[in-house]
Every structure is written in structure tokens, then in C-alpha cells.
């Protein structure tokens, strides 16, 4: 006999069978709600989609309902409109919308958890093949629950569960390390560039800077500036990469000398003059040559009397203050040159400057590196659950027998 794979070891012996969802659990909306209906203030939380997955911005209702549109600690939910998946609420008493199922398993037949991974599981199939809608695409009740998914038996189903917490748990507790480590990396930033008096010298960046300037681009829709380009072309969205070490864009030497964008040694700071939502205001240093957009602003320093690293730590606290100052209001306000010139940071010594630098950096590169410290270990154990979940819940699928 070969030998078995993990999976075929577990299910030896074993029949899977396959069932629509709608069979073996109820998905169950919650409210719609009127504009007005929405308060900032009340007694009970309106748990919308956005607040599901990212948005911190909660509305209210003391609307007294029937009790199965409440869910609370360890219910499972779906968002199921404009963005999808599943999650075990874990944050008290609240009233969900109607974009939101609250998912009821017939434990008779599926453990909730499985459930859960199971729908986590084909949430990517499902968005590919029945997301239906122009603008906002959502996935119909009944699609759902006409949905085929394998139903091992219940003792397979928690086993297949154990397997799988045992790798949520890790990456959780890799989260909350991160976590950790970024409040610590903040609070040592905010010791480490507060000064007292005559430890640091205020100066304004256009006394100390070699260079300031915006960039440029090629005017749009003539291809020779951007096909087989060579010269790396910094857009304003790819200030939030912090340290620059490619970009999306290229452009030809064409391109370069047919607009204002000029080249940007490595090792420079570029600040976001414009851009959507939150971009203006941000601050990357550049680890390549490279040009960039008139969105942005380049300085550049003698690194004989300048860490141009520090620089870039210091106005990374500053991004607020950078903000206020700009002009007009909200997403449409921008920073200008003058601006950037007239700021004033505090200049230690250059041994401070580097001592600074050299702690930081560590501390960077534990919380924010994608190729090295505590993302990466996330983004690793991340991976390593979807090859187990994919492995243990891609159940081979029956043998049609044919007939004659």
C-alpha cells in the first residue's frame, strides 16, 4: 500500500458527503436601516459592513427588536455586500445589518467552527463565480445556500477544526506581538526625537537641505515617454512604502526631459504634496535613483552634516502637523514647496542623528518589514494555514457513476 497522504489518513474509511448549506444551516438577515435611523449616540451598536472589516466609525440605534436580530459574543456573521467573508463575533451585543447574515448551523450536523473555516474556505470561489451587480456586487441568499460544500462527520469536523485553530492561534499571537512592538517602537521614536533644551538646534528644512523641488510627468497618453522605460518613476501613492526600493512605473530618458521631473539620488526624502484621502502629508525615503511626480516634493542633504534617515524619522511624527498647515481643507487641501522650506525640525549632532537612526531602523525593520521581522513571520503563518485549510477541506469529490 502507498503511502497515505495526511488527509487520506484522516478520512480512511470515511464517507464525505456533500450538501447545500442551506440544508445544514439558516442564514438569517439583519435590518435595513433609514439614514435617519443611524444615530451617533444610543443604546445599541448598528454593526455595518464596513464595520466588519476595517471602519472604526460606529452608528447607533435604541430600536428594540426581535432578539434574532441581535448577535453577540461567538455568533457567526457573513457580509455578504460588497466585501465577503466570515467572522466569529467576538465583541458584545450589537445589531447587525442587512448586509449581514447571522449564520445558525444545525449542530446536529456541523460544528460552527467548521462552518466557519468552511465558508472561509470558499469565499474566493463564491465571489469569482456568483457575485452579481454593477456597482456594488453582493451574493444572493439563495446562491448561498444552494451552495455544495462537503459535510465530513462530525468527529472528522473537529479534528479538521483543531488543526486549523492551532494555526490561527499562532498568527494571532504573532498580531498581538507586532501590535506590541509598534506602541514600543512609537513610544521609543517619540523619546528618542524629543529634545531638551540646547540638545538640538531648530532649523528650517530650507536651510539645511542641499536641494527641494517637485517632480513631473510625461504628458499622458504618449507612450514613447513610458514603453521600455528604464528610469524608475515615483507616483504620490508610493510614498506609503516608506523606504522606496522600486517602483511601479518607468519612464524613458525621453520621458524625463519632456516634463519637469528631475532625478532623485538614492538615499533622498520626498514628501506627499497631494493626494487621495490620507496621502498628503506622508514621508518616504528613496533607496534607488529615481524620479517622481509633481504630487511629491525630494530633499536632498550633505550626509556630512545631515542623516537624511533622521530626517525621514522626525517628519514621519509630524505627518498631523504637515497636514494642518496645508492649504484649503479635506481630501482636496495640499502642501506647496514654500511650505516644506519654512518647516522647522530639531538638529542634534550628526552622532546623535545616527544614533537615533540606527535604533529606529532596528525597530522598523521588526514591525514593518515584509522581508524580514514580525510581518513576514505573519505573512509565513498565514500562508501555511491556507495550505492546510485548502488541503484538509478540498475533499475529493464523489465518482459519478454512469448508467446505461
Known sequence: MSQLSYLEKLLDGVEVERRELGEVCRFINGRAYKKAELLEKGKYPVLRVGNFFTNNHWYYSDLELDEDKYCDNGDLLYAWSASFGPRIWQEGKVIYHYHIWKVIPNTEIIKKKYLFYLLDWDTEALKAEQSTGSTMKHIGKGLIEKRMLPIPPLNIQAE???????????????????????????????????????????????????????????????????????????????????????????????????????????????????????????????????????????????????????????????????????????????????????????????????????????????????????????????QQYEYYRDLLLSFPKPEVVAHD
Open 160 to 382: 479538521i477544526v483543531r488543526i486549523l485553530d492551532t494555526f490561527t492561534e499562532l498568527t494571532a499571537e504573532l498580531t498581538a506581538e507586532l501590535t506590541a512592538r509598534q506602541q514600543q517602537y512609537a513610544y521609543y521614536r517619540d523619546q528618542l526625537l524629543t529634545f531638551e533644551e540646547g540638545d538640538a538646534v531648530w532649523k528650517k528644512l530650507g536651510d539645511v537641505a542641499k536641494k527641494i523641488s517637485s517632480g513631473g510627468t510625461p504628458k499622458t497618453g504618449i507612450a514613447e515617454y513610458w514603453d521600455g522605460g528604464t528610469i524608475p518613476w515615483m507616483s504620490s501613492g508610493e510614498v506609503n512604502l516608506k523606504s522606496v526600493y522600486e517602483t511601479e512605473k518607468y519612464i524613458t530618458e525621453s520621458g524625463l526631459k519632456n516634463s519637469s521631473a528631475k532625478i532623485v539620488p538614492k538615499n533622498s526624502i520626498v514628501i506627499a504634496l497631494a493626494g487621495q484621502g490620507t496621502t498628503r502629508g506622508k514621508v518616504a525615503r528613496t533607496r534607488i535613483d529615481l524620479t517622481t511626480n509633481q504630487s511629491l516634493a525630494f530633499l536632498t542633504f550633505d550626509e556630512a552634516q545631515i542623516n537624511s534617515d533622521y530626517v525621514y524619522y522626525f517628519l514621519e511624527t509630524q505627518y498631523e502637523n504637515l497636514r494642518q498647515i496645508s492649504s484649503g481643507s479635506g481630501t482636496r487641501g495640499g502642501l506647496n514647496l514654500k511650505m516644506i522650506s519654512n518647516y522647522e525640525i530639531p538638529i542634534p549632532a550628526l552622532a546623535e542623528q545616527k544614533r537615533i537612526v540606527s535604533i529606529l531602523d532596528k525597530f522598523d525593520a521588526l514591525t514593518t518589514s515584509l522581508t524580514e521581522g514580525l510581518p513576514r513571520e505573519i505573512e509565513l503563518r498565514q
